[in-house]
C-alpha cells in the first residue's frame, strides 16, 4: 500500500468513526426524549388510566418500575399503572375479593394490599361479605404470594381496609367494623395490636393509618373524624389528637418528610367534605391544625394519596359507580 492508499484508508476509517459516533449520539438522544406532553423527568399532572371495572380504593408508589400500584374493589388485584395510564396486573390471589389500601416495602422487596368484601366483588358471597378480611404480601418484583394473613379475629363483622408499615417492617392494619387494629410481623404472622370500644362508630370506622418515626401510629376514624395517637409500645395509652376542626370522611393519610400530614375526605358514606388538607402538629401530635386545603378537589370522589419522587397524587378510583351497580372503566390520579 503506498502513501496515497494509506492516507485514502486513514481518512475513511476516520469519517467512519466520526459517522458512528454520531449514530450513537442520535440514539443517546432517542433513548431519554420523555413522551411528548410531559417534562424530562416528571410525571403528568393528571393520569387518565382505563381498566374495565377496575374500581381501585388504594394506591402506592413503585420504586421498581417508576409507576403506581393500585388496588381493586372489583377483582381484589394489585395492578401496576403506568405515567401513560397503561394498566397491568402484578398481583391476585382468589382469596381475595376486593382489595383496599396497597404499601410498597421495597427494602424488603415486597407490596402489602389489605383484603375484605363490601358485596362489590365479582367473587363476592354471603360467606365473605363482611367476614373475609386479611392482609395479602406479595413479592414486589414478581407478583408471588409470600403470605396471606386473616385477619378476621374475633366476633361480628370484618374487612381490613388501610396499613402502615413501620421501620422494622411490621405492618398495622385498620378494619372500619372493628374495634381494633392490628399487627403482622414480618413473617406474616397476626396479633391484636390494641382493641378499644372507642374506635368503633355506626358505619364505617378506622380508616386511613400511617406511621410516624417517634414510635407512633396515627389512624382516623371515617365516620366521626376523629384522629387517633397510639403509641405501639404502649397501645393503651391511645388518645384522640386535638384537632382545630374534624376530618368526616378521612380515608387515607401520609405522612411527608417535613412532619406534615396529607389527609383525603370524601362523602362516599359519610359527610364529609371533597378535599385534600394538610395538617401540622407542634406538640408530637398531641394536637394538630390544618395549615394548607385543596377543597373542593378536582375529582369527585378521592380516596388516598401516594408519594412519589414527582409530588403527591390523589386516586380517584370511581367508587360510587361500583357501590351504586353501575361500574365504570376509568380512574384518575392528579397531583396535589
Not at 38 to 62: K, T
Not at 91 to 97: E, F, K, S, T
Not at 309 to 332: I, Q
Amino acid at each position: 500500500m503506498n502513501n496515497s492508499d494509506r492516507s485514502n484508508m486513514s481518512k475513511l476509517i476516520t469519517g467512519r468513526r466520526a459517522l458512528l459516533a454520531l449514530a450513537m449520539a442520535a440514539a443517546s438522544v432517542v433513548a431519554v426524549t420523555p413522551a411528548a406532553g410531559a417534562a424530562p423527568g416528571r410525571l403528568p399532572e393528571v393520569i387518565s388510566a382505563s381498566a374495565p371495572q377496575l374500581h381501585p380504593e388504594g394506591v402506592a408508589w413503585d420504586p421498581l418500575r417508576r409507576s403506581f400500584l393500585v388496588s381493586s374493589m372489583r377483582y381484589g388485584t394489585v395492578s401496576v399503572v403506568r405515567p401513560d395510564g397503561a394498566v397491568r396486573t402484578l398481583a391476585a390471589d382468589p382469596r381475595m375479593v376486593s382489595t383496599f389500601g396497597v404499601h410498597t416495602d421495597p427494602a424488603r422487596g415486597r407490596v402489602l394490599t389489605t383484603y375484605g368484601d363490601f358485596g362489590v366483588g365479582v367473587r363476592s358471597t354471603p360467606e365473605t361479605v363482611r367476614k373475609s378480611s386479611g392482609l395479602g404480601i406479595f413479592d414486589l418484583r414478581t407478583g408471588r404470594l409470600r403470605h396471606l394473613v386473616d385477619l378476621a379475629i374475633g366476633a361480628g363483622d370484618h374487612a381490613a381496609n388501610d396499613l402502615a408499615i413501620d421501620s422494622a417492617g411490621n405492618a398495622y392494619v385498620t378494619d372500619p367494623f372493628s374495634d381494633a387494629i392490628y399487627r403482622v410481623d414480618v413473617h406474616g404472622r397476626a396479633s391484636v395490636l390494641i382493641r378499644d370500644p372507642r374506635l368503633l362508630s355506626n358505619g364505617i370506622g378506622m380508616n386511613g393509618i400511617v406511621w410516624h418515626p417517634s414510635g407512633h401510629l396515627l389512624a382516623v376514624n371515617y365516620a366521626t373524624g376523629a384522629l387517633w395517637r397510639i403509641p405501639v409500645a404502649h397501645p393503651e395509652r391511645l388518645a384522640q389528637v386535638s384537632l382545630s376542626e374534624p376530618l368526616v370522611g378521612g380515608d387515607g393519610l401520609d405522612l411527608r418528610p417535613d412532619g406534615s400530614l396529607t389527609v383525603v375526605t370524601n362523602k362516599l358514606s359519610a359527610p364529609g367534605r371533597v378535599a385534600v388538607r394538610a395538617l401540622r402538629s407542634a406538640d408530637g401530635w398531641h394536637s394538630a391544625r390544618v395549615t394548607h386545603r385543596a377543597e373542593p378537589w378536582a375529582d369527585t370522589e378521592p380516596t388516598t394519596v401516594a408519594r412519589t419522587p414527582h409530588g403527591s397524587y390523589v386516586l380517584d378510583g370511581r367508587l360510587s359507580a361500583l357501590l351504586a351497580g353501575r361500574p365504570v372503566h376509568t380512574f384518575t390520579l392528579r397531583r396535589v
